[in-house]
């Protein structure tokens, strides 16, 4: 059987929303992002009025470094770019914990990022700062558009023709299809956790607030800011054909992903921050992950090709 016969047999879409975005999932989008950006505007102030617990701070950051990694090593540099070779035991729990970042279903994110790289900051590319030109306004325009706005096009990336490798993984279909039970478990675990340590209903609902809702914010920005703000401004050291640049203050946020101008330099590369002094906790917990034998095949850049694709001479990380 040829490919092309192959990629035919396979049905639409690997999710439940299929080709094209009704109102129910717009609904569902717009509060998802409501209501977590409402919480980052009053954290500060929940905070000072001591609605912030030790407890919630020991429930929070895990959440957030666990599904963060999800997106980076799982949904980023595993699924889109094969990085890496995961046994099947990591390969699940890394697109669980992607899907509970609840950032969409891993078949179509996936798809959204591939697409990305194909286009990069031209015609086709679903999320580029640059889409309405270079003037101000446009550029202004076209930051929201790359944050945010993108997400509710209409019409979403073909899944068939962009991740037909992933829908033929049986495992990876039902995660995919099954993205709003792993939401339902993210949004609810730091609420539990929260209730029996403390066990007082003001514990579960502080934690909800931290754990759950400011937790999903925080990292829903951060992996917008990467479409954004990372192909706008910042330091490119790489030569690459469009615009991704380095943000150093995201780096930890973002689990080394802002190391954004390497990654499209030599996007299939394990590692993104690759100079010295550029910490990527991402490529660090595939190095973990390949040390206790349970990836393999995978692709650290080499001091040559990291060399080779400079613009000019820098201190390569040894």
Known sequence: MSLATEIDDLPASATRGGETQGWAERLALTLFIAIPLLALAVA?????????????????????FL?????????????????????????????????????????RWVADHRKHHKFSDRDGDPHSPWKYGESLGGLAKGLWWAHIGWLFDAEQTPQRQYAPDLMKDRDIVWISRNFWAFTAISLAIPPVLGGLLTWSWQGAVTAFFWGTVVRVGLLHHMT???????????DRPFVSRDRSANIWWLAIPSGGESWHNLHHADPTSARHGVLRGQLDTSARTIWVLQKLGWVSDVRWPSRERIESKLVKNQPVAA
């Open 44 to 64: 500060i102030p929940v905070a000072w009025g001591g609605w912030l617990s030790w407890v919630d701070v020991a429930i929070a950051l895990p959440m957030y």
């Open 224 to 234: 917008w800011a990467i479409n954004s703000i990372c192909h706008a401004v910042g």
């Open 67 to 107: 599904t963060l990694h999800g997106i980076t090593v799982g949904y980023h540099r595993l699924f889109t770019h094969k990085s890496f070779k995961p046994n099947r035991a990591v390969k699940i729990a890394l697109a669980v914990l992607g899907s509970m970042a609840v950032e969409g279903p891993v078949v």
